[in-house]
């Protein structure tokens, strides 16, 4: 094994910069649901939009990518 083949296992094992967005996409989608499911008053309400806006960032960038 030589070390081309080390880095590129390294690489292989990073996830990248797609997998990453796709990773907090689904971070966010499930703190958004458990905020809907105690209700949206309030701050929580404040959270779901700013929650909602960088969904909506994020997945332009996996669009982009």
Do not use: C
Not at 24 to 43: H, P, S, V, W, Y
């Amino acid at each position: 094994m030589g070390w081309g083949d080390i880095i590129g296992k390294v690489f292989d094992w990073i996830p990248g910069r797609r997998e990453h967005y796709r990773n907090k996409i689904e971070e966010i989608k499930r703190e958004m649901d458990k905020l809907a499911n105690q209700g949206l008053t309030g701050k929580r309400s404040d959270k779901y939009e700013r929650l909602s806006k960088q969904l909506r960032t994020l997945r332009q960038r996996v669009k982009n990518t």
